[in-house]
């Protein structure tokens, strides 16, 4: 059904001519017609516009030519549907006026109908699939439970989560309750996501690498583990988890379809640890970007060879970042399409 089926290929571990690419934080951030959106409508208003969703995510397809799409969205929208405030400030990133610290703001966080309060995302889908007319398909996408706590308790990014961590650590009991309702919370909204026609789903655990491999088995990786278990038999999953590699072995065991490695795991070591059976997907240094295009096809070719060409989806390790030259970006999509052995 979709032309370009090559990543979905991949998540099924089916042996393809060459592996399919895309990049995460695709959509928006670096592109010039992006810039001009975001200087008429503030993000939220992109997020909530069916219309700029579907134009914001297509972008990057014509004009750097991935082999998937990803909605424009944000992983914040999901405690804004809890009741909890968050605020894009410009030049700041997320900004949540009133973090939640105590048992009691634990208490006041809901579990929303999914399809009432996030049912903007679920049209700009529909929107997107319709845009896309199958030539690529698209990814739906959620942050894991830990990285949406670390943003609802510290209030906004942060080196370290320090305060997200403290509150973990000192009321665990507060702490567990809200990650499982942020867990049945993003299972919902994920199937809600499926059913308006994602063809995958990646969960983000971006600040997974901020707990040691035991605090990370309890205050992310059974949550994610939760999420992967009801989502798995309706659609493929893609695990990613910044800083996470000591997870690997767990993490391919997990019924997931593919997972996401960052740029301080080698590909050796990844293949090593999730015994090779399983689609991994990444795994280029951003700022790599930032190479001329001939270094960049260098090293995406190597990249290939070290990750070989099957069960693999070339991507960065990390999101691109907003002053990356369109054409750079154009030169890592284009290095993989030229790719053959
Ligand atoms: O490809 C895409 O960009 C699709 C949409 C997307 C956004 N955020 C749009 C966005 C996706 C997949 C995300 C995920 C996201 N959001 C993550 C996980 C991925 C990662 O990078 O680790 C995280 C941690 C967030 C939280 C968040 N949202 C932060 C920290 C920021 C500020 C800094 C920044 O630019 O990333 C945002 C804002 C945000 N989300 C912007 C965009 C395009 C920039 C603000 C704007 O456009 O006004």
């Known amino acids: 059904m979709i032309k370009n089926d090559l990543f979905l290929r991949a998540l099924k571990g089916e042996t393809v001519d060459r592996?399919?690419?895309?990049?995460?934080?695709?959509?928006?951030?670096?592109?010039?017609?992006?810039?001009?959106?975001?200087?008429?409508?503030?993000?939220?208003?992109?997020?909530?516009?069916?219309?700029?969703?579907?134009?914001?995510?297509?972008?990057?397809?014509?004009?750097?030519?991935?082999?998937?799409?990803?909605?424009?969205?944000?992983?914040?929208?999901?405690?804004?549907?809890?009741?909890?405030?968050?605020?894009?400030?410009?030049?700041?990133?997320?900004?949540?006026?009133?973090?939640?610290?105590?048992?009691?703001?634990?208490?006041?966080?809901?579990?929303?109908?999914?399809?009432?309060?996030?049912?903007?995302?679920?049209?700009?889908?529909?929107?997107?699939?319709?845009?896309?007319?199958?030539?690529?398909?698209?990814?739906?996408?959620?942050?894991?439970?830990?990285?949406i706590l670390c943003y609802t308790v510290q209030g906004q990014g942060s080196k370290n989560f320090d305060i997200a961590k403290k509150f973990c650590f000192t009321n665990p009991v507060a702490a567990h309750i809200l990650l499982q309702k942020i867990t049945d919370t993003t299972i919902a909204y994920l199937k809600a996501k499926v059913a308006a026609g994602v063809d995958a789903v990646q969960i983000f655990d971006s600040w997974g690498g901020m707990l040691s491999p035991t605090d990370y088995q309890i205050f992310s990786w059974q949550y994610m583990q939760q999420i992967i278990d009801a989502l798995k038999d309706e659609v493929p999953v893609i695990a990613f988890g910044k800083g996470c590699w000591f997870a690997l072995d767990e993490m391919s065991k997990s019924g997931a379809s593919a997972l996401g490695i960052d740029w301080t795991c080698s590909a050796r070591n990844a293949r090593y640890l999730t015994g090779g059976k399983i689609t991994l997907q990444g795994n280029l240094d951003p700022t790599r970007l930032y190479s001329p295009p001939a270094e960049i096809r260098k090293m995406v070719h190597q990249m290939i060879d070290e990750f070989g060409k099957d069960r693999y989806i070339v991507n960065l390790g990390h999101g691109i970042l907003p002053d990356i030259p369109v054409e750079n970006a154009r030169a890592f999509v284009d290095a993989v399409k030229e790719y053959s052995k």
């Not at 579907?54 to 909605?71: K, R």
């Not at 009432?116 to 199958?134: P, W």
């Open 19 to 147: 592996p399919p690419v895309w990049m995460m934080r695709q959509a928006g951030r670096y592109l010039p017609d992006f810039m001009k959106l975001k200087e008429k409508y503030d993000f939220f208003t992109r997020c909530r516009t069916p219309e700029l969703a579907t134009e914001i995510t297509v972008m990057p397809i014509n004009q750097v030519g991935p082999d998937a799409a990803i909605l424009f969205s944000d992983i914040l929208v999901i405690p804004q549907a809890m009741n909890i405030e968050v605020e894009m400030k410009p030049g700041v990133g997320p900004w949540l006026p009133n973090p939640v610290r105590t048992s009691k703001d634990v208490e006041k966080v809901i579990v929303p109908n999914v399809h009432e309060e996030l049912g903007y995302v679920m049209d700009a889908i529909k929107m997107t699939k319709q845009a896309l007319n199958d030539e690529v398909p698209l990814i739906g996408f959620a942050g894991s439970p830990w990285t």
